[in-house]
């Protein structure tokens, strides 16, 4: 009697530790679906804690009805499509359609990996590479499941960055692949060892393999974030440098203009002194030495508004270095007021693109350069010809730079910068010229 009671127990202790693995895998199932909506969708607000109720409500919800009120794997489909669908329309803004879709992906991707795990799985037990307990193989084959899953969202959300013009490094895409597949391994190896999965032990070592899985990404993440972070900072003081340097050389202009302006008269008296003694020789070396000024300091900006003659000016000054003519058609009001850092980023990309093309021609070596302000709005139009066969790629233009990690946000900040508002970037290729059209609604104050 003691021997059955003792077993009896026994068997209770060991339902609970299963139970304990089955909450342990899908609350990693969750973090994993947290993980892909964050990267694609846009959150309502920065309310964290609200956040995190969210999703342990909806977990509740889904798991109970999963459990307790489905009747197969359709109904299972079903509920989670609805139930996570409403959840995602509570935490984030996007469209209806998009946040369908996000739902639509991790029902298939969770249909799909859980039967990639049953299969692969009876395949290895079949061919005996891996010997497991009839109670372990379920337990085993939901862990691979979740790992499979958790490698797809990896996948998506790489492909989503490549889309953006973001290249991954080749230990990026080790980390995509390593890490869930080696995680499958020691699993495999723990659990066939042990030939259960019912210890303490067990679900504290498959707790440490999925928990190296979630920080494992985000430190990846957060370098990868970083790493763009520095790039752009370089840029915007590259950008800040040249922004101070055309600011002081401006600033010297407008004072040799005013003393230009100061000496006019005695300009004019020297002058009809000469007129009047009929030397016309010295009359023309003034009038020379005056032209000379004048088209000495001819500018490609001379709007009146700073910021954007500081930028054209500066590259324009650039430009000329190697041979290349920018020619620029501007109706900007002088008195306006920008978004200095985003106007900023968006030429000088813009213009160091066009640049870099024209400075591989042999000959018609120009630049188009037309900006047009209406209200808030703002239209920018740059052209250049170019030689040298560009990368188009998922309909994205790759640099052509040798510095492949320095030069790869050119257009991509440019779409970033238009779709803040709710703008869009315009390309045109007719296999000799390049143009460029960029529209930004509401840029300006």
């Not at 960055?161 to 020691?186: C, D, Q």
Request: aromatic share 12%.
């Amino acid at each position: 009697m003691m021997k059955q009671k003792y077993v009896y127990r026994n068997h209770e202790g060991e339902r609970e530790m299963m139970n304990g693995l089955l909450v342990v895998i899908e609350v990693f199932s969750v973090i994993c679906q947290r993980i892909y909506t964050q990267k694609i969708l846009t959150r309502r607000n920065d309310n964290r804690i609200m956040e995190y109720c969210t999703w342990i409500v909806s977990f509740m919800i889904i798991n109970y009805l999963t459990w307790n009120v489905s009747k197969n794997a359709w109904s299972n489909i079903i509920i989670f499509i609805i139930s996570f669908f409403l959840m995602l329309r509570i935490l984030y803004s996007d469209s209806a359609g998009t946040i369908f879709a996000a739902t639509i992906f991790m029902a298939l991707n969770g249909a799909l990996s859980e039967v990639i795990a049953y299969y692969g799985c009876q395949l290895l037990i079949h061919d005996h590479v891996i010997g497991l307990a009839q109670a372990a193989e379920k337990y085993f084959m939901i862990l691979v499941s979740k790992l499979l899953m958790f490698l797809f969202i990896k996948i998506m959300l790489a492909i989503a960055k490549r889309r953006n013009h973001i290249k991954l490094k080749p230990e990026e895409w080790g980390e995509i692949f390593a890490v869930p597949a080696g995680s499958i391994v020691i699993l495999a190896a723990m659990i066939s060892h042990n030939n259960r999965a019912n210890g303490f032990l067990d679900i504290l070592a498959v707790l440490m393999v999925l928990a190296i899985n979630v920080f494992t990404y985000y430190l990846y993440d957060k370098m990868g974030q970083i790493a763009e972070s520095r790039a752009r900072e370089e840029f915007l003081q590259e950008q800040g440098e040249y922004y101070v340097k055309q600011y002081n050389e401006n600033r010297n202009l407008w004072v040799e203009m005013s003393e230009f302006r100061h000496n006019m008269c005695e300009k004019y008296l020297v002058e009809k002194v000469l007129l009047d003694k009929k030397d016309y020789e010295a009359l023309g070396k003034v009038y020379d030495n005056s032209l000379e000024k004048l088209y000495k300091q001819k500018m490609a900006a001379n709007t009146g508004c700073l910021y954007f003659d500081s930028i054209i000016n500066y590259k324009a000054a650039n430009a000329k270095t190697f041979g290349i003519e920018l020619k620029t058609d501007l109706m900007i009001p002088a008195d306006i007021k920008v978004n200095t850092e985003d106007i900023c980023i968006c030429l000088g990309n813009l213009l160091d693109n066009a640049i870099e093309a024209c400075k591989k021609l042999k000959e018609e070596r120009k630049i188009a350069l037309k900006i047009r302000v209406d209200r808030k709005n703002l239209i920018i139009i740059i052209s250049n010809p170019y030689e040298e066969a560009r990368i188009l790629e998922e309909n994205n233009y790759l640099t052509t730079k040798r510095e492949k990690e320095r030069h790869g946000f050119g257009l991509n900040i440019v779409k970033k910068i238009a779709d803040r508002y709710d703008g869009e970037v315009l390309i045109e290729d007719t296999g000799q010229e390049f143009t460029v059209t960029v529209f930004f609604y509401g840029i300006f104050e």
